[in-house]
């Protein structure tokens, strides 16, 4: 519409109509939320990426902690990259998360989060006394990227046999998961320490059960 009103306005600059219809072509309707999200990843499924680590070396004890941190707690892969030894309060059970804008967050620490943690830094992870947590096992040693995230996330799917989700897919899944239990979208956008509540609100609609219990019946429909 807006290449339209271009050409109405240029021909009647031109003086090749003799009124001005830019004005007249109507605005189109953008529909916010208008269709479902796909399909997230299931309880189920996640399991089958946690079942695929070998948990008996130091690359698979890595990797275990870091999508579990990605699927329990929502953390983005930048924020699994720039966690340091400091950020983790064992005495209070805490999570300090570093995000975007220099944004921190204090999360709970889950027991199972918290265990995936300590075992990969107690398996010899090399230096030992390096600040951040997770680092390459392999020369140069030092921090990983963010990328590395995704990488691990998309080889646990190949392993398990699962379309690669991506770690903006496990988030997904943790919402839906979080939604499933009864958790209001409130406490999901705190969880994921969205910003915006609008953003959490794209996952009410991945809950087609509950959305079932409040859709009106449609006039000289049954329900």
């Known amino acids: 519409m807006a290449e339209l009103r ?10 090749l109509t003799g009124l001005s219809l830019g004005a007249s072509v109507p605005a189109v309707g953008g529909w916010c939320f208008a269709t479902l999200p796909p399909a ?3 309880a189920e499924d996640v399991q089958l990426l946690f079942d695929s680590f070998d948990r008996s070396t130091l690359v698979g004890v890595r990797d275990f902690a870091i999508v579990m941190l990605v699927s329990r707690l929502g953390l983005r892969s930048i924020e699994v990259a720039r966690m340091e030894l400091r950020d983790v309060d064992w005495r209070s059970g805490e999570l300090m998360v570093r995000g975007k804008a220099r944004r921190q967050d204090r999360l709970p620490l889950p027991s199972e989060v918290g265990e995936a943690l300590v075992a ?3 398996s010899g992870r090399n230096p030992a006394d390096a ?8 020369a140069p040693r030092g921090p990983i990227r963010a990328d590395l995230v995704g990488d691990v996330v998309e080889r646990a799917c190949k392993r398990a046999g699962l379309p690669n989700v991506g770690p903006h897919g496990l988030r997904h899944a943790l919402a839906g998961e979080l939604l499933r239990r009864g958790n209001g979208l409130m406490a999901i956008s705190q969880v994921l320490r969205h910003q915006d509540l609008a953003t959490t609100a794209l996952y009410a609609k991945v809950d087609l059960l509950a959305l079932r219990q409040v859709a009106q019946p449609w006039p000289g429909a049954v329900r």
């Open 40 to 42: 997230g990843t299931s």
């Open 131 to 138: 600040n951040h947590v997770f680092l390459t096992c392999r």
């Open 6 to 15: 271009s050409v109405l306005r240029f021909l009647y600059l031109q003086g």
């Open 120 to 122: 990969y830094l107690s």
